[in-house]
């Protein structure tokens, strides 16, 4: 029986590579599929160009650090053709020895696309030295094999399973929805032939002649000709200083009536123009668009609506903190402490009575906004301190509020929870920094805000990355002067009603009168919040702020009896 040949397929990196795993989901239903691993991309087109591998697979987009120019100029220089596109989510996790700590890290090694990926995630090893290296995978068996101690990599977790690594933390890129796109390249020039059963992708490069507005020229005969451009990228000539090319992507097949009519104009107008290939479009998998429309059985998904939106995103989200899933379907997180941590005494005694009777997170402010500059601003730094300190013997997460830009990583260092208060919620210089971090977000409604300015203000945190954010209604300031402010219940069924992000009330706040809080809590709860933040003091006659509106021992007990009640009715 004659041997089937092997179909070799050349890629950058070492076995465990994002490349490696790209092209074993590509060529699945290829027979005899042989990856070819090559130290750097001009060593995998040079294996394709030689007849070493019949294809190769080079990344040349990334969804955080934008294109990989590196390969369209190698595939400009090589006149290689681009016969195919696949797209990989990338995941990236901390890879070390067995037995390491984080605190242990001296050296991080990776690609530099991988630690571009993750550079929120690496201001924390602020004595850690970061390495480039040719390869994820390649940083990983790098450790293994040189037995190196102190050190720590990012690569793919199936790395770590193959070069029998530990694996410190999982899901560090700086934005969730990482993916890298990558070309598909053969020395033969392949075009689809059937063009009306593959949807095409057509990318080219060309120069324009050295006129004013030429560019803007070839362009519009693109508009002209209805074509969906979808990349226009700029590299230098290399040959001739300060000239260019421009390499673009775009729907549809070379011989597509439309394409190549375009195609002759520009000819016209251009130094040169090359058709780098023609190929199918990638496609999510029919499995992956069916989950993507089970996901709302009642929406189809808008990427283009806001990421706050239901649009976006139909399925409630869902915020863990410790044990707590806020958001989640018949939960109701109850979030209680005092208004300001005033000292040890005050802060463990009123956490122990949130704990004793059912609180799930303990809130508290170390820095504290006030109105007037001569009240108690909190404690700063040492209340942080002294948050955590009732976190470890209470076993409670801790949420507590950041005021400004200036305190946002001792505050981040430390909490479960980032509130950012009523008179922080347009300051989005700070929406943007916690937008670059991972750790959960309480967002207050300013006193003067509308619902929409609300979710504006979430999506400044979203649109860095940051999806744990939860939305608090705490009361807008009106005409009535009975209460501290108007709590505006029916903003829970309006937010329901347009964003996906979880919902809770502060009742303290909210009416600012101690009789009012239990009946507004048990209404919050009622609407549909999610959860309700109250404040609690051992001593409310002794508080440094906000006492009048604080629950005892007492009141937090009845209180806590009638939320159980009641979720059984809700």
């Known amino acids: 029986m004659k041997k089937q040949k092997e179909f070799r397929v050349a890629y950058q990196g070492e076995a465990g590579a994002f490349s490696e795993k790209a092209l074993l989901i590509y060529f699945k239903d290829t027979k005899n599929i042989v990856p070819i691993p090559c130290r750097t991309f001009y060593d995998v087109v040079e294996a ?3 007849g070493n591998a019949e294809r190769g697979i080079m990344p040349v987009e990334n ?4 294109c990989i120019t590196h390969t369209y100029d190698l595939l400009l220089e090589t006149k290689l053709n681009i016969v195919g596109e696949t797209i990989l989510p990338i995941s990236h996790a901390l890879i070390a020895p067995k037995d390491i700590k984080k605190d242990d890290i001296k050296k991080i090694y990776s690609h530099p696309a991988a630690l571009s990926q993750c550079e929120v995630y690496l201001r924390r090893f602020k004595n850690a030295d970061i390495l480039p290296t040719y390869d994820t995978a390649g940083s990983v068996k790098l450790i293994a094999e040189k037995k190196l101690t102190g050190v720590a990599t990012i690569a793919s977790k199936e790395s770590a399973e193959i070069y029998d690594l530990s694996i410190l933390d999982t899901a560090i890129e700086d934005y969730p929805d990482n993916q890298t796109r990558f070309f598909i390249i053969a020395a033969e020039n392949i075009h689809t032939q059937n063009i009306a059963c593959y949807p095409c992708k057509t990318t080219i490069v060309f120069d324009t002649l050295n006129q004013p507005g030429m560019l803007y ?3 519009g005969i693109f508009n002209k000709h209805k074509i969906n451009l979808t990349l226009l990228e700029s590299r230098p000539h290399k040959t001739e200083a300060w000239k260019y090319h421009f390499f673009m992507d775009m729907i549809g097949h070379v011989n597509n009536e439309n394409l190549a009519s375009a195609f002759d104009e520009i000819k016209k107008m251009t130094g040169f123009l090359y058709v780098m290939g023609s190929y199918p479009r990638y496609q999510a998998k029919l499995s992956e668009k069916k989950e993507e429309k089970n ?6 998904i808008d990427k283009n609506a806001p990421l706050y939106s239901l649009d976006r995103h139909p399925e409630p989200s869902i915020v863990q903190v410790g044990n707590s899933m806020i958001g989640e379907k018949k939960n109701f997180t109850v979030m209680a402490g005092p208004c300001s941590v005033e000292g040890r005494h005050q802060l463990i005694s009123t956490a122990k009575i949130c704990k004793d009777e059912g609180a799930d997170i303990l809130r508290g ?5 006030r109105s007037s500059p001569y009240s108690f601003q909190g404690l700063g730094e040492e209340g942080v301190k002294l948050l955590c300190e009732a976190k470890k013997q209470f076993g409670m997460p801790i949420v507590t509020e950041v005021i400004g830009v200036e305190e946002l990583e001792i505050v981040a260092e430390y909490a479960d929870i980032l509130q950012i208060g009523a008179r922080n919620m347009q300051n989005y210089v ?3 920094e916690i937008g670059k971090l991972k750790i959960p977000v309480l967002l207050k409604r300013g006193m003067m805000a509308t619902l929409q300015e609300l979710l504006m203000s979430a999506e400044y945190i979203l649109d860095k990355g940051n999806s744990n954010v939860i939305l ?7 005409f009535e002067t009975a209460t501290r402010n108007t709590l505006d219940l029916s903003a829970v069924p309006y937010l329901k009603q347009h964003t996906h992000l979880p919902v809770i009330v502060d009742p303290s706040h909210g009416t600012g009168v101690l009789e009012l809080v239990e ?9 549909g919040a999610d959860g309700i933040m109250i404040e609690v003091h051992f001593s409310p006659s002794t508080a440094l702020s906000d006492g009048y509106q604080s629950l005892d021992a007492k009141g937090f007990k009845h209180l806590m009896k009638e939320i159980k009640r009641l979720k059984k009715i809700f």
């Open 48 to 50: 394709v160009r030689s």
């Open 365 to 369: 402010g170390a820095f504290k906004p």
């Open 217 to 219: 020229e070839c362009l």
């Open 472 to 478: 608090c209604e705490r009361g807008i300031r009106t």
């Open 295 to 300: 996901i709302s059985n009642k929406k189809k």
């Open 63 to 66: 969804s955080i650090i934008g």
């Open 430 to 432: 700070l929406l943007k």
């Open 519 to 527: 009946p507004m809590a048990k209404a919050a709860l009622a609407v």
